[in-house]
T-cell receptor
């Protein structure tokens, strides 16, 4: 199984809503990542988890809250988002220290209204 | 600051032609990656180049790495419409991937 599964595929939320994005992999990867991608731009790293511990936070606003409950799951909790947060959110996983050999999920297309 | 620069950023070409996308990066790294992304889709890993002089080929795509020049190329041979996509190169540093801006490749039938 070489898949990274993200749910939901699409999400529309209001600025006062709380929602969560989910990501799952069963490849035994101990590094997991959240990226944000705006249209016609490259992905931007948000968070890195290594061995279920947050190792990198790229100065992401606190309205985005990551969580790694176990080695297979990664969540991104969303609260009080702004319209400019609308984007494609990509989850990825890899072996630790092999960040470039990551498998990416299909993404969640988020629209904040 | 690590910078990754791709050129061209947009390329429209006829089927059957050859072309090369260039990726320059600003600091030492022995690992360079190429990804493909179709519109609205996720990233697909194409090539992992791990050392100076590395060359990898898959179908009509060939990637190479010159770490001394800090340059990687992605060469397209006899392009076909199915290769239309955005291609990103990326370099890793300190457990992060730094992506280039991407090259939007449009192949005309």
């Amino acid at each position: 199984d070489t898949e990274v599964t993200q749910t939901p595929k699409h999400l529309v939320m209001g600025m006062t809503n709380k929602k969560s994005l989910k990501c799952e992999q069963h490849m035994g990867h101990r590094a997991m990542y959240w990226y944000k991608q705006k249209a016609k731009k490259p992905p931007e790293l948000m968070f890195v988890y290594s061995y279920e511990k947050l190792s990198i936070n790229e100065s992401v606003p606190s309205r985005f809250s990551p969580e790694c409950p176990n080695s297979s799951l990664l969540n991104l909790h969303l609260h009080a988002l702004q319209p400019e947060d609308s984007a494609l959110y990509l989850c990825a996983s890899s072996q630790v220290n092999w960040v470039g050999e990551a498998f990416f999920g299909q993404g969640t297309r988020l629209t904040v209204v | 600051e690590l910078k990754v620069e791709q050129n061209p950023l947009f390329l429209s070409m006829q089927e059957g032609k050859n072309y090369t996308i260039y990726c320059n990066y600003s600091t030492t790294s022995d690992r360079l990656y190429w990804y493909r992304q179709d519109p609205g889709k996720s990233l697909e890993s194409l090539f992992v180049l791990l050392s100076n002089g590395a060359v990898k080929q898959e179908g009509r795509l060939m990637a190479s790495l010159d770490t001394k020049a800090r340059l990687s190329t992605l060469h397209i041979t006899a392009a076909v419409h199915d290769l239309s996509a955005t291609y990103f190169c990326a370099v890793d540093r300190d457990d992060k991937i730094i992506f280039g801006k991407g090259t939007r490749l449009h192949i005309l039938p």
